[in-house]
């Protein structure tokens, strides 16, 4: 038996909706026509990515230090940087500065539920 790797990942989020028409709005996101139940699933490749509302027993208001610490999400963009230009511009919070690297123009931003998510545009 053998892991080929990730194949699905999935935010926990505070308000399914909003969180859905974030990532939609903001970053150009499509939902997929399939999801499981309490999510939204959108059409990403090569691995699914998806919001949900929380598992049963799970506070997310009494996560700390905050969503996701520990967890590097990283999501590929077209042109990182006019991303960048446009989530400052709608007055989401910047965690990191744009800079180029081995990735190509990199940086992190906070979603709704304070969740840090890089941006990259270079495979």
Do not use: C, N
């Amino acid at each position: 038996m053998t892991v080929t790797g990730p194949d699905f990942i999935a935010l926990q989020v505070r308000d399914l909706e909003a969180s859905a028409a974030f990532y939609e709005q903001r970053l150009g996101l499509r939902r997929s026509p399939a999801a499981p139940p309490q999510a939204v699933a959108f059409a990403t490749t090569p691995v699914a990515f998806a919001v949900r509302e929380p598992l049963p027993g799970v506070d997310l208001d009494a996560v700390t230090p905050r969503l996701g610490a520990g967890v590097a999400l990283w999501l590929k963009a077209d042109d990182a940087q006019t991303l960048h230009d446009d989530l400052v511009a709608a007055g989401v919070p910047i965690e990191a500065a744009p800079v180029d690297g081995p990735f190509g123009r990199t940086f992190t931003f906070r979603d709704p539920d304070g969740y840090a998510v890089t941006i990259h545009d270079q495979a």
